[in-house]
């Protein structure tokens, strides 16, 4: 059965994000007061092909480690329709 | 029938009609609908672009193949050509001027040409306006990204500023490629008994019928009615490129034509009619990225990033080879046949049917009626010593350079890439970019211009110094001009007085071409530029090419010393 | 010496860096295809060349530093070849963890083409050997993601070690942020792995290397490399 | 309060997806077979001054409206995290 898969990624704290800053920045000077702060990452969508979900989300795990994240900045959550 | 739901009007569904012997059905229909729409057919200029000059001792190929190609002598050809983007941009600025710069690119490549260079011709609204600054920034990026990320470099260009474009940007995209003259590749070779080959990306719902929304005014609702955008992939085109001149190099293509507006239909039947063979295609086979489409979408998408070649039986298991290394999909949709009968077949069934040279030749052109507007002469009347005079020139001379137009562009040219191919002697920010060509003593000189204002008080005196500014920066060089190309940019042809700005200007640049022996070799015409707020200003783009016979022959502009003499030159 | 270039698909210097490399050296250089998994017999550098591999969707340079011929690289690298990427080609290098850091999008959110001045820092590597420590010299950047990022701690790191190679400064060599174009921590272009074999930089030596292109200071950086192996910088491995 | 508001971004159905291409290719060819297909959006994370997760939300849908998100090609989907 096909699996639908979110991937939610985003930059460790410590890591400079300079689009997050930009976009905040242009949000406040476009009249959004009430924003205090941004942040930008990836919102990646799989669909997997396995038994159970939480065999997709096993592998998507090791999607993650192989490709779609990059540990030295980034960390991910992942939520598995139907789990 | 109702044919007006399709763009088409009654003389045109006449015209069709006799030349069938029957009604044609919904898909033939929408077919024609958007291969006579202005856009595809030039049915309203056509005959005014017959005053250009299109031949010279340097031109090997005039208008009518993808591109133009002048001679560079050792058996060198330069291909160029300059198109338009302009509603897409408006609407889409990113996609659209990124989508652009993709389509100039396959043009060149069509020839058998490697893309070496590009130029973008930008004209922006008042840079006060509240959109100005979103429009020309997402045009800006969206040149920069496809053409970065493709590898060929952008060295020039030229940008404007004026509140006629606040609404209706224009985005002009400009390609210079190198050809060996012995491979050229050309869209008119196809022979009967051939197949039919689709490379590239896969067919989806983009920008269907594109070509027709091009054709008319924009409108408030342009952004609800807009069919899903093409989206440019600039790595896919990589990948073409690359493709096609493995393809070339390896002698697989017999025919090539690129896909650009109205996809599949526009390509394959200009490639049937002017080889003056008949084609069957069978939609089936075309490589879809969406579901249920309808023969009438596969036939029209402007899905990007795809070429037609036409290849022999024998060759078809190697290019499929060359393909796959690219990693890019190819499939044999059709083949060529004796006659001129172009024929679609799906599921078995013949959806469409009809002559080659009909779709490409036979909508009737149309003769708007011309006007010189009353108040023409008037527009010259201005009173210079009304003028307040300024307490300070110094100032004065720097709050002129300092305006949009006029300032240094680096916050655009530095976003494109003008070194990559190791190529560029002089990038952006020259009156003239110069590239060299390696292995070779010579070096091409090319220029892009515009002056809208100068074609608004007077087009045909604006047409003729629009050429002759590009010639005169090239002269000053040290080039020679070899030919050039031509962008037109205008409001609709259907406003008796914008009809006669149009023919005023074209006939004026062609004055300026037979004078200075500067031939047109290419070119592409966008009309309808207008929105309820206004028209444009009647924009003709040139871009010119020209050749140094050795860098010892370049005059650099600005290097100057102490104790130079200044002559001036001229009337 | 022998040289292979890599070729990924979207990769667009490859070719600039075979010219020039041949153009300055005379040498052999070999074009491999990111498919193969083995190098050409008797390598002695490889170049991973700028570009936009895999169009940089996702990140740049992941997808690329995932191929085949990387295993190859990794070998060639961790006998003490040299490696050097370019670019994109540093971008696969840090992707593949065969270089320390992350290259961000730049400070503006902008690709940047331009003429750069960078101070030499290190003239102890196999490609900075004939500059003088401190040389400012002129290689065009062209990227949108060459903001050079590491954690503080392993920056410290770096700098110790001296592995902070060539450094974005003013053309009379003063540092500061306003001769930052991208943002990079510490101003730094380009840096070396701790064997001092590996080296990637965002400038494009390749483009400053014929003086009708506007410089040749590049020439200087691709004689160093054949000096170095010369001298009997060993061929296939670091003393 | 400052609230946290998560927006999910997502290229409209139809709109050719080049990242979500391209990264499903090079999955299977790293051997992750069971991929049917990926695509690629923006994880947005905003932290809004509001009264109300109500209000958070609107306000945040107003920032996708004035700049995060290019409603041509794209669509999006919001989260307020105590709502
Ligand atoms: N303004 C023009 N000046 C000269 N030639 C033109 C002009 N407009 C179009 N042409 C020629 O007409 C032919 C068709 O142009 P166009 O439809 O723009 O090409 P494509 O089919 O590649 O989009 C080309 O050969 C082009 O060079």
């Known amino acids: 059965m096909l699996r639908h898969v979110h991937v939610f990624v985003q930059l460790k704290e410590g890591v400079l994000d300079i689009q997050g800053k930009t976009v905040a920045n242009s949000l406040v000077s476009l009249g959004h007061d009430s924003l205090g702060s941004a942040k930008v990452g990836k919102y990646i969508q799989l669909w997997i092909e396995a038994d159970s979900a939480a065999g997709a989300r096993k592998e998507a795990e090791q999607m993650c480690d192989d490709l779609l994240v990059n540990p030295i900045i980034e960390q991910y959550r992942i939520e598995v329709e139907g789990e | 029938m109702d044919f007006s739901k399709y763009g088409i009007r009654k003389e045109e569904f006449a015209a069709a009609e006799a030349a069938l012997g029957r009604e044609p059905n919904e898909c033939e229909l929408r077919i024609l609908g958007v291969m006579w729409s202005e856009h595809c057919s030039y049915k309203s200029t056509k005959h005014l672009l017959k005053h250009f000059p299109t031949r010279g001792p340097k031109v090997i190929l005039g208008p009518g193949e993808n591109a133009g190609i002048v001679d560079l002598g050792d058996g060198l050809g330069a291909a160029f050509k300059a198109e338009s983007h302009n509603h897409p941009s408006a609407v889409a600025p990113y996609q659209g001027a990124a989508t652009g710069v993709g389509g100039i690119i396959r043009d060149i490549l069509a020839l058998g040409a490697r893309p070496v260079a590009s130029m973008d011709g930008l004209f922006f609204g008042d840079p006060e306006h509240p959109r100005t600054g979103h429009l020309s920034a997402g045009i800006v990026k969206g040149v920069g990204d496809y053409g970065n990320a493709v590898g060929v470099p952008t060295v020039g260009g030229k940008t404007a500023y004026d509140s006629c474009y606040n609404e209706n940007p224009l985005l002009n995209a400009f390609c210079i490629g190198l050809v060996e003259l012995d491979k050229i590749v050309s869209s008119q070779t196809a022979r009967p008994g051939q197949l039919v080959v689709l490379l590239g990306s896969k067919t989806g719902r983009d920008g269907i019928a594109g070509a027709a929304f091009a054709s008319v005014e924009l409108s408030e609702d342009a952004k609800e009615s807009r069919p899903s955008i093409q989206i440019g992939d600039p790595f896919a085109e990589k990948m073409l490129i690359e493709a096609c001149l493995e393809l070339k190099e390896k002698n697989l293509i017999v025919s090539m034509q690129d896909m650009g507006a109205a996809g599949i239909t526009s390509s394959s039947s200009e490639v049937a009619a002017k080889s003056g063979v008949g084609m069957k295609l069978h939609f089936d086979r075309v490589p879809l990225r969406a579901e249920d489409m309808e023969p009438w979408e596969i036939a029209l998408s402007e899905s990007q990033e795809r070429m037609l070649l036409i290849v022999e039986p024998k060759n078809i298991d190697e290019v499929c080879s060359v393909a796959r290394k690219w990693e890019l999909d190819c499939a044999v949709i059709g083949e060529t046949e004796e006659g001129d009968d172009y024929s679609i077949f799906f599921h078995g069934e013949k959806v469409a049917s009809l002559p080659a040279t009909l779709i490409g030749d036979g909508c009737p052109p149309i003769h708007w009626p011309a006007e010189k507007p009353a108040d023409f002469e008037k527009r010259w009347n201005f009173d210079l010593d009304g003028l307040p005079v300024p307490g300070d020139w110094n100032q004065a001379l720097l709050s002129l350079l300092g305006t949009p137009s006029m300032a240094p562009k680096h916050w655009i040219s530095e976003q494109y890439d003008s070194m990559v191919q190791l190529n560029t002697v002089r990038g952006p920010g020259h009156p003239v970019s110069v590239l060299r060509v390696k292995g070779k003593e010579s070096l091409i000189a090319l220029v892009l211009d515009a002056d809208p204002w100068k074609c608004g008080l007077d087009p045909f005196s604006g047409g003729a110094e629009t050429v002759a500014r590009t010639v005169r920066a090239l002269s000053v060089a040290g080039a020679e001009p070899l030919g050039l190309t031509d962008c037109l940019n205008f409001p609709s042809p259907e406003v008796p007085g914008q009809y006669w700005a149009l023919e005023e200007c074209i006939k004026g640049m062609a004055a300026a071409c037979v004078a200075l022996g500067c031939p047109v070799v290419s070119g592409n015409v966008s009309l309808y530029n207008e929105t309820k707020s206004g028209a444009i200003l009647p924009t003709p783009v040139v871009g010119t090419v020209g050749l140094i016979p050795s860098p010892d022959d370049y005059l650099l502009s600005g290097a100057w010393e102490e104790g130079d003499v200044l002559f001036f030159v001229g009337p | ?239």
Request: aromatic share 8%.
């Open chain 3, 1 to 239: 010496m022998k040289t292979a270039v890599v070729i990924f698909p979207g990769s667009n210097c490859d070719q600039d860096v075979i010219h020039s490399v041949r153009d300055t050296l005379g040498c052999e250089v070999n074009a491999v295809w990111h498919r193969e998994e083995r190098l050409p017999e008797g390598t002695d550098l490889v170049i991973l060349p700028g570009g936009f591999s895999y169009g940089d969707y996702l990140r740049s340079g992941a997808m690329a530093a995932r191929s085949p011929v990387m295993g190859a690289v990794r070998e060639h690298g961790g006998h003490g070849g040299l490696v050097l990427g370019i670019c994109n080609g540093f971008q696969i290098l840090t992707e593949s963890r065969l270089l320390p850091g992350v290259l961000l999008p730049n400070k503006t959110l902008s690709f940047i083409c331009r003429p750069c001045c960078l101070s030499v820092e290190n003239t102890e590597t196999p490609f900075t050997g004939l500059f003088e420590k401190g040389q400012v010299v002129q290689f065009p950047i062209a990227h949108g993601d060459g903001l050079f990022f590491l954690p503080a701690d392993e920056l410290e790191d770096l700098e110790k070690r001296g592995g902070a190679v060539f450094r974005y400064v003013s053309p009379g060599g003063d540092g500061g942020d306003e001769w930052n174009p991208n943002g990079s921590v510490n101003s730094i272009a380009g840096i070396v792995n701790p064997e001092g074999n590996i080296l990637g930089l965002m400038p494009h030596p390749e483009r400053a290397s014929e003086a009708i292109l506007g410089g040749e200071d590049g020439r200087l950086f691709w004689r160093s490399v054949a000096s170095f192996l010369e001298k009997g910088g060993r061929r296939h491995g670091l003393q």
